[in-house]
């Protein structure tokens, strides 16, 4: 009877403590719906970009996922990687100028394409303020004229000399159409090669007062050290001319066509991962850096803070002055995972 009682008394004891273990687990999983999970980031080479992934990689591993060493590569690489399944996502992916890339990696098929990481990003030629004052020049076929070509030329050829991007990132390809569009291959000469050193030069040009012309996109941090409306000014372009036939984009910008389409950057995920993260895909959805903030924190680098302690030193404090809101984020893609498990 004594050992009747007692044996009865251990059963429930034990089926109390699997049903404490049980809720446990449960909570901890519904905390950490990644636990257990790889997953692989694929980011552009451009150091500047990395800031903004490092946010996204910090909330990933807040939901448990085991984060990856990033595969980092060009663009067009970086888009046809998470496509295929050689990466999980990215946080680069600009949503008009990248479009080509996302449909040879397979389009809607192998990709979901969520979130406004970055919204309101602009591209296009800018030129120094004193001589658009001095000289009337107020669009890039301007440049046209041989006596105003000569303005920005370095080398002595008679062409305008202009900074343009880096070839892979996909701005070169606008560029290279504009210049035939409008003529102007007889008229400016593109300098290709590392942006950002290239940039610099720019920039020395420009301290010593002489005329500059070149492309940039904002945010990054050229736009905080070549302010536009103060230092340099937007250069219009005649009509909209696109390389992907699209002239509807509005390339717009307070009255000014600036020729390239007004974007934003995205998430891409990779479409079978996504299918079986909806943690991730939440999280990445609802991720947003204001463009101000990623243009203080490229100049940051620029001034000097450009390792990888320095970006992650970036991010923590960018996250601890946006706690509530990355935090909303966090829970926000634990309830999904919750939703999708019901």
Same mark, same amino acid.
């Given at each position: 009877?004594?050992?009747?009682? &007692?044996?009865?008394?251990?059963?429930?004891?034990?089926?109390?403590?699997?049903?404490?273990?049980?809720?446990? $687990?449960?909570?901890?999983?519904?905390? !950490?719906?990644?636990?257990?999970?790889?997953?692989?980031?694929? &980011?552009?080479?451009?150091?500047?970009?990395?800031?903004?992934?490092?946010?996204?990689?910090?909330?990933?591993?807040?939901?448990?996922?085991?984060?990856?060493?990033?595969?980092?590569?060009?663009?067009?690489?970086?888009?046809?990687?998470?496509?295929?399944?050689?990466?999980?996502?990215?946080?680069?992916?600009?949503? !008009?100028?990248?479009?080509?890339?996302?449909? !040879?990696?397979?389009?809607?098929?192998?990709?979901?394409?969520?979130?406004?990481?970055?919204?309101?990003?602009?591209?296009?030629?800018?030129?120094?303020?004193?001589?658009?004052?001095?000289?009337?020049?107020?669009?890039?076929?301007?440049?046209?004229?041989?006596?105003?070509?000569? #303005?920005?030329?370095?080398? $002595?050829?008679?062409?305008?000399?202009?900074?343009?991007?880096?070839?892979?990132?996909?701005?070169?390809?606008?560029?290279?159409?504009?210049?035939?569009?409008?003529? #102007?291959? !007889?008229?400016?000469?593109?300098?290709?090669?590392?942006?950002?050193?290239?940039? *610099?030069?720019?920039?020395?040009?420009?301290?010593?007062?002489?005329?500059?012309?070149?492309?940039?996109?904002?945010?990054?941090?050229?736009?905080?050290?070549?302010?536009?409306?103060?230092?340099?000014?937007?250069?219009?372009?005649?009509?909209?001319?696109?390389?992907?036939?699209?002239?509807?984009?509005?390339?717009?910008?307070? $009255?000014?066509?600036?020729?390239?389409?007004?974007?934003?950057?995205?998430?891409?995920?990779?479409?079978?991962?996504?299918?079986?993260?909806?943690?991730?895909?939440?999280?990445?959805?609802?991720?947003?850096?204001?463009?101000?903030?990623?243009?203080?924190?490229?100049?940051?680098?620029?001034?000097?803070?450009?390792?990888? *302690?320095?970006?992650?030193?970036?991010?923590?404090?960018?996250?601890?002055?946006?706690?509530?809101?990355?935090?909303?984020?966090?829970?926000?893609?634990?309830?999904? *995972?919750?939703? *999708?498990?019901?």
């Amino acid at each position: 009877m004594h050992e009747s009682k &007692f044996s009865r008394s251990i059963l429930k004891a034990a089926m109390a403590l699997t049903l404490v273990t049980a809720a446990l $687990g449960a909570h901890a999983s519904a905390d !950490k719906p990644g636990e257990g999970v790889k997953i692989t980031p694929a &980011f552009p080479t451009v150091d500047e970009e990395r800031f903004r992934g490092e946010v996204a990689l910090a909330g990933l591993r807040e939901l448990g996922y085991d984060v990856q060493t990033p595969k980092e590569t060009e663009y067009a690489t970086m888009v046809l990687a998470v496509g295929f399944g050689d990466a999980d996502f990215t946080v680069n992916a600009w949503d !008009k100028l990248h479009a080509s890339f996302y449909e !040879k990696a397979g389009g809607d098929a192998n990709l979901v394409k969520t979130g406004n990481v970055l919204p309101g990003v602009l591209q296009g030629y800018l030129i120094d303020k004193k001589t658009a004052d001095q000289y009337h020049i107020q669009y890039i076929t301007d440049l046209k004229k041989p006596e105003i070509a000569k #303005l920005f030329d370095t080398d $002595g050829d008679g062409k305008a000399d202009m900074t343009g991007c880096n070839p892979g990132w996909g701005c070169e390809l606008v560029i290279e159409h504009q210049m035939k569009a409008y003529d #102007l291959q !007889k008229s400016i000469h593109v300098n290709q090669g590392s942006y950002f050193a290239l940039m *610099a030069d720019t920039i020395t040009r420009y301290k010593e007062g002489k005329p500059v012309l070149y492309y940039t996109w904002m945010p990054q941090w050229v736009a905080g050290v070549l302010v536009e409306g103060r230092d340099v000014v937007w250069l219009e372009v005649p009509k909209t001319d696109l390389p992907g036939g699209d002239n509807t984009l509005d390339t717009t910008y307070e $009255g000014k066509n600036l020729g390239f389409a007004i974007d934003r950057v995205q998430a891409l995920v990779n479409r079978k991962f996504a299918d079986k993260n909806p943690a991730a895909v939440k999280f990445l959805s609802l991720m947003q850096i204001p463009a101000a903030d990623e243009s203080a924190q490229n100049l940051k680098m620029q001034q000097g803070e450009k390792s990888q *302690a320095d970006i992650q030193r970036h991010t923590q404090e960018w996250i601890a002055a946006h706690q509530a809101q990355f935090e909303g984020w966090v829970k926000a893609a634990r309830a999904a *995972a919750v939703q *999708a498990s019901n």
